[in-house]
T-cell receptor, first 114, second 111 residues
Framework: AQSVTQLDSQVPVFEEAPVELRCNYSSSVSVYLFWYVQYPNQGLQLLLKYLSGSTLVESINGFEAEFNKSQTSFHLRKPSVHISDTAEYFCAVSPPGGADGLTFGKGTHLIIQP | KAGVTQTPRYLIKTRGQQVTLSCSPISGHRSVSWYQQTPGQGLQFLFEYFSETQRNKGNFPGRFSGRQFSNSRSEMNVSTLELGDSALYLC??????????FGPGTRLTVT
């Protein structure tokens, strides 16, 4: 079984400042890692994923995440945030076979202050 | 391509009733998964269907059931509704098992 811990339920940050959203996971097997974003009254959108290969993965809108196997972490970063980044961010894991669906963290609410 | 669609978007039911939610996946996607999202428990996996067969199941009581049709559309049913079933129910479709695309969800309120 896997579990995901998002250490911060809420992260306030000023516009154009950098941000890091933390995610740690626990699993007895190797996993795939994901970040999803949820805007108000909407479903989840896949932001980026790590399946294998380079441990640094990037999204098209400036976010990046780095897989750290020794620390079992997959933190999400952005060097400069915008008001439009205000949303709930979910870290998720899945075993490579995809069984048991995605296991999600509790989410981090990113609040961008002008 | 059209995204995942879910109907209805909002629903109000009374305790003891049953409800059926519908999900139409992205064209060509044969896998459909369902998740429940609540403020207290967060996002929890309900079940996954692939080619009309339930492939995986989460830890939910038997009141929660689902099915998938030959066109990959899926329905989930909750019988004997309880107040705690109030939640956002999300459907996700996928072509591969590690990239899921979510619909906007159905907001179910049980009174």
């Amino acid at each position: 079984a896997q579990s995901v811990t998002q250490l911060d339920s809420q992260v306030p940050v000023f516009e154009e400042a950098p941000v890091e959203l933390r995610c740690n996971y626990s699993s007895s097997v190797s996993v795939y890692l994901f970040w999803y974003v949820q805007y108000p009254n909407q479903g989840l959108q896949l932001l980026l994923k790590y399946l294998s290969g380079s441990t640094l993965v990037e999204s098209i809108n400036g976010f990046e995440a780095e897989f750290n196997k020794s620390q079992t972490s997959f933190h999400l970063r952005k060097p400069s945030v915008h008001i439009s980044d205000t949303a709930e961010y979910f870290c998720a894991v899945s075993p490579p076979g995809g069984a048991d669906g995605l296991t999600f963290g509790k989410g981090t609410h990113l609040i961008i202050q002008p | 391509k059209a995204g995942v669609t879910q109907t209805p978007r909002y629903l109000i039911k009374t305790r003891g009733q049953q409800v059926t939610l519908s999900c139409s996946p992205i064209s060509g996607h044969r896998s459909v998964s369902w998740y429940q999202q609540t403020p207290g428990q967060g996002l929890q996996f309900l079940f996954e269907y692939f080619s009309e067969t339930q492939r995986n199941k989460g830890n939910f009581p038997g009141r929660f059931s689902g099915r998938q049709f030959s066109n990959s559309r899926s329905e989930m049913n909750v019988s004997t509704l309880e107040l705690g079933d109030s939640a956002l129910y999300l459907c996700a479709s996928s072509l591969t098992r590690y990239e899921q695309y979510f619909g906007p969800g159905t907001r179910l309120t049980v009174t």
